[in-house]
DNA sequence: ACCCAGGCCATCT
DNA sequence: AGATGGCCTGGG
């Protein structure tokens, strides 16, 4: 099926590190898995085809893309004085923040830390590969050793995500849809080899917490350099992680274009 | 060779 | 509370 979609760029959103497993299949067209569907999307523009009916479009894939979020409203809040801030939105301004599962969106970002994107699209795959190209549920995790898991080269990574399978249940899973921000980065944080920053991505990239502001390595020398006085969040209380988005963005274009 | 990459934990003061 | 070192691994 066929729709009109704004402020949507496809290829910005694979780059943006939000996401590990979306297949580019060159012309601006991914093969997209999540929720245990799989759908090919291209894109002309502000044009999309989706490889599903209209059903299953608007059972899975509307949310998943956040279609019933404007990006344009979001960006029009953005102080118009900074300078740096307009300059990364007009980068990255067909990002959107993804609405992904909540488990995967965990294990993904356990893996993430002091790690960078093309070896944490590697690790996911590999670990997928190992379940047909699923992704491993909580109770498949649990059964790969911790010398099956390091010999995917996640280091020192493999007992987190056995403590991550242990500690978060479907049923924790699904009290984190439910809790407020303030709750559910406390329960992620529970958990070892959570910390705030990937708790921060999960509540961000799946709870979708758009007030979720994950600080990392990038962000910290943004802030460093364009906001010594700190960044005001105050202004920004809803949508602090959407701008968050654009500046990270912006900024590894610049370090790997 | 060296350092760093979208950190976190344990172990100190 | 805050600071520091160690940790797996791959790439520049």
Request: proline letters at 4%; one cysteine or more; glycine letters at 8%.
């Amino acid at each position: 099926m066929q729709i009109t979609i704004r402020d949507c760029d496809l290829d910005q959103i694979y780059a943006s590190g939000q996401c590990f497993r979306w297949q580019p299949m060159g012309g601006g067209c991914y093969g997209i898995p999540a929720f245990g569907r799989y759908v090919t999307v291209s894109q002309n523009g502000d044009r999309f085809e989706f490889s599903c009916s209209e059903d299953e479009f608007h059972d899975v894939w509307y949310k998943y893309f956040d279609l019933g979020t404007d990006y344009g409203k979001i960006k029009a809040r953005a102080a118009k004085r900074d300078k740096y801030l307009q300059a990364a939105i007009a980068h990255g301004s067909g990002l959107r923040i993804l609405r992904q599962d909540v488990w995967e969106t965990i294990v993904t970002f356990i893996l993430s830390q002091n790690s960078n994107i093309p070896r944490i699209r590697k690790n996911i795959a590999d670990l997928c590969a190992l379940f047909d190209g699923a992704f491993p549920t909580q109770e498949q995790l649990k059964t790969l050793d911790e010398s099956v898991l390091r010999r995917l080269g996640v280091g020192y990574r493999a007992p987190y995500l056995t403590a991550a399978a242990e500690y978060f249940t479907t049923e924790t899973c699904s009290s984190l849809e439910k809790a407020s921000y303030a709750r559910a980065h406390s329960i992620l944080c529970g958990c070892k080899g959570v910390g705030v920053k990937v708790a921060d991505c999960v509540c961000l990239f799946a709870l979708h917490h758009t007030g979720a502001f994950p600080i990392d390595t990038h962000v910290k020398s943004i802030l460093e350099k364009h906001y010594p006085d700190g960044f005001p969040l105050y202004k920004y209380r809803t949508c602090a992680g959407i701008l968050q988005q654009y500046m990270f963005f912006y900024d590894i274009m610049k370090t790997t274009p």
